[in-house]
């Protein structure tokens, strides 16, 4: 496994992003706008997801398939921030360009991932 560095930092980010899942669940459940049915199970799945995803990051062999579903997972989850920035019991009081500087940041996360889909 000689894979670099900040593959292992991406991989480590999502794993405890998806433990932080089931240790804070309210946190992420806030955030998923209510036309999306039975918003717990939409955070235990992303949860299980995250931290598989990364788990499968850090083995060659799945590097790309993982690197694919961040890609994936990040697009599904994008309504979720627009959602946090437009709505305000949504945005833990958090200051307006903050929830708008999120935004743009998943297509920082988006290259960042497709970086090992090559």
């Known amino acids: 496994m000689n894979l670099p560095w900040h593959l292992y930092l991406m991989a480590i980010l999502y794993i405890l992003a ?6 804070k669940p309210g946190m992420y459940i806030k955030i998923i706008p209510p036309f999306f ?24 062999l799945t590097t790309q398939y993982a690197a694919w579903g961040i890609i994936a997972l990040l697009i599904a989850i994008f309504p979720a921030n627009l959602y946090m920035f437009q709505n305000k019991k949504a945005s833990f ?3 307006k360009w903050i929830l708008f500087v999120r935004l743009p940041l998943q297509i920082v996360l988006i290259v960042w991932a497709f970086q090992y889909t090559l």
């Open 37 to 60: 049915k039975n918003p717990q199970i939409l955070n235990t799945l992303s949860g299980i997801a995250e931290i598989l995803l990364g788990i499968l990051l850090m083995f060659s």
């Open 93 to 95: 009081g958090l200051p």
């Open 18 to 23: 998806g433990f932080n899942h089931f240790r």
